[in-house]
């Protein structure tokens, strides 16, 4: 089985930088992603880590420690509409299922 | 790229009343398809996933099926719906990456 946890919530302001962190637990981890959801939308994809290290794509960033069981998404120059819940998921090896996390609401102030 | 197609996009049902919820992808042959419920304010649960027309597997106990009758079409059905059946309801693609259709909120009255 596995274990994700993410922060319930966060707030950050327009124009600055946010972290936020996933943990995993897994029997044979395969790959971890990130999934951006709006409100009363479906997720959308942001990034995928399969190797330790940094994935960068514009102003999102995506780190990946597998020994530490261990996944951050980084939000750089944050905009109002980037409000919306973040979700992190994993992959184990042996299927093709996602697991996700319940997420984490972010709400960007002016 | 693929696309996936779900319809429709709210629903209101009564208790006891039947459902049906379409899933149909474009721009891909044999994917592994999923269903998966959103109850508000909760993560995404994992209900049904497909490798194949006719192979279902099921997640979780519970009051829905699903079938696949053909290749690119993954069906999501109850007989007899109950108030816990409510929530945002997404059919899922893994052919590159997981893609998620638009959803369908159903709503158990």
Request: overall charge neutral.
């Amino acid at each position: 089985g596995q274990n994700i946890d993410q922060p319930t919530e966060m707030t950050a302001t327009e124009g600055a930088i946010v972290q936020i962190n996933c943990t995993y637990q897994t029997s044979g981890f395969n790959g971890l992603f990130w999934y951006q959801q709006h409100a009363g939308e479906a997720p959308t994809f942001l990034s995928y880590n399969v190797l330790d290290g940094l994935e960068e794509k514009g102003r999102f960033s995506s780190f990946l420690s597998r020994s530490k069981g261990y996944s951050y998404l980084l939000l750089k120059e944050l905009q109002m509409k980037d409000s919306a819940s973040y979700l992190c998921a994993v992959k184990d090896f042996g299927n093709e299922k996602l697991t996700f996390g319940t997420g984490t609401r972010l709400t960007i102030i002016p | 790229s693929q696309t996936i197609h779900q319809w429709p996009a709210t629903l209101v049902q009564p208790v006891g009343s039947p459902l049906s919820l379409e899933c149909t992808v474009e721009g891909t042959s044999n994917p592994n398809l999923y269903w998966y419920r959103q109850a508000a304010g909760r993560g995404l649960q994992l209900l049904f996933y497909s490798v194949g027309i006719g192979q279902i597997s099921s997640e979780v106990p519970q009051n829905l099926s699903a079938s696949r009758p053909q290749d690119r079409q993954f069906i999501l059905s109850s007989k007899k719906l109950l108030l816990s059946d409510s929530g945002f309801y997404l059919c899922a693609s893994d052919r590159i990456s997981y893609t998620f259709g638009s959803g369908t909120r159903l709503t158990v009255v």
